[in-house]
């Protein structure tokens, strides 16, 4: 009985461990938008419709720089914008290292005279 226990606050423990993991790594993911939000601010593009979707790939390098990989948009400007804005910038020291695990991103510019 008592090695039951012992057996079920192991696993209990254990899950209570991974379950902080998750919580920790989504706050890490919610702070490093935050930061590309704060670096694609305002873009200064002549928009021929009311908006242009692009999604984004990338990862964050051991420097903790932020490394474009694709982005894919049918207008070329905003490619040029993003990897111009994004492309080997820093990242917050808050921001945990994330080796080389990819991120998408969907970014929506919206015409400001529609």
Request: charged residues 35%; positive net charge; glycine residues 2%.
């Given at each position: 009985m008592?090695k039951?226990?012992v057996?079920?606050v192991a696993i209990?423990?254990?899950?209570?461990?991974?379950a902080n993991?998750?919580?920790?790594?989504e706050?890490?993911?919610?702070?490093l938008?935050?930061e590309?939000a704060l670096?694609?601010?305002?873009?200064?593009?002549?928009?021929?419709?009311?908006e242009?979707?692009a999604?984004i790939?990338f990862?964050?390098n051991t420097?903790?720089e932020?490394?474009?990989?694709?982005?894919?948009?049918?207008?070329?400007?905003?490619?040029e914008y993003v990897?111009?804005?994004?492309?080997?910038k820093?990242v917050g020291?808050n921001?945990?290292?994330?080796?080389?695990k990819?991120f998408?991103l969907?970014?929506?510019v919206?015409?400001?005279?529609a």
């Amino acid at each position: 009985m008592k090695k039951l226990i012992v057996l079920a606050v192991a696993i209990l423990t254990s899950t209570q461990i991974f379950a902080n993991d998750k919580k920790a790594e989504e706050t890490n993911e919610q702070k490093l938008r935050s930061e590309i939000a704060l670096l694609l601010k305002r873009p200064e593009i002549k928009l021929d419709t009311d908006e242009i979707k692009a999604n984004i790939e990338f990862i964050v390098n051991t420097n903790g720089e932020i490394v474009i990989l694709t982005v894919d948009s049918e207008k070329e400007a905003i490619e040029e914008y993003v990897k111009f804005r994004l492309n080997y910038k820093k990242v917050g020291d808050n921001i945990n290292k994330t080796g080389n695990k990819v991120f998408k991103l969907k970014l929506k510019v919206l015409n400001p005279e529609a």
